[in-house]
Nanobody, 116 residues
């Protein structure tokens, strides 16, 4: 059974940090594009950060503050979020997609709230 399970969300003050984890089971993440998305209330889901092959890319709004990484041995993807802002408040989702885009897996999401 394929699963992506996110964890690490929570409430943090502006300027703080969180690290999200996405543990995969039922498939091997190594050849997959692994992506973090987020969705704020009343807004569309947006790409935050992607790791594919040896490359990474980020939304302009998080460049320099967020870092995506993967530990293939643990079959887990991470999102380190620093200098958090209230506008980063959203549900964060993990996605794994095969190169042919036939297999596309989603986690259930984890809430991140940035507030004083």
């Amino acid at each position: 059974q394929v699963q992506l399970v996110e964890s690490g969300g929570g409430l943090v003050q502006p300027g703080g940090s969180l690290r999200l984890s996405c543990a995969a089971s039922g498939f091997i993440i190594r050849p997959y594009a692994m992506t973090w998305y987020r969705q704020a209330p009343g807004k569309e889901r947006e790409l935050v950060a992607r790791s594919i092959g040896g490359s990474t890319n980020y939304a302009d709004s998080v460049k320099g503050r967020f870092t995506i990484s993967r530990d293939n041995a643990k079959n887990t993807v991470y999102l380190q979020m620093n200098s958090l802002k209230p506008e980063d408040t959203a549900v964060y989702f993990c996605n794994g997609q095969s190169a042919d885009r036939v297999r596309d897996y989603w986690g259930q999401g984890t809430q991140v709230t940035v507030s004083s």
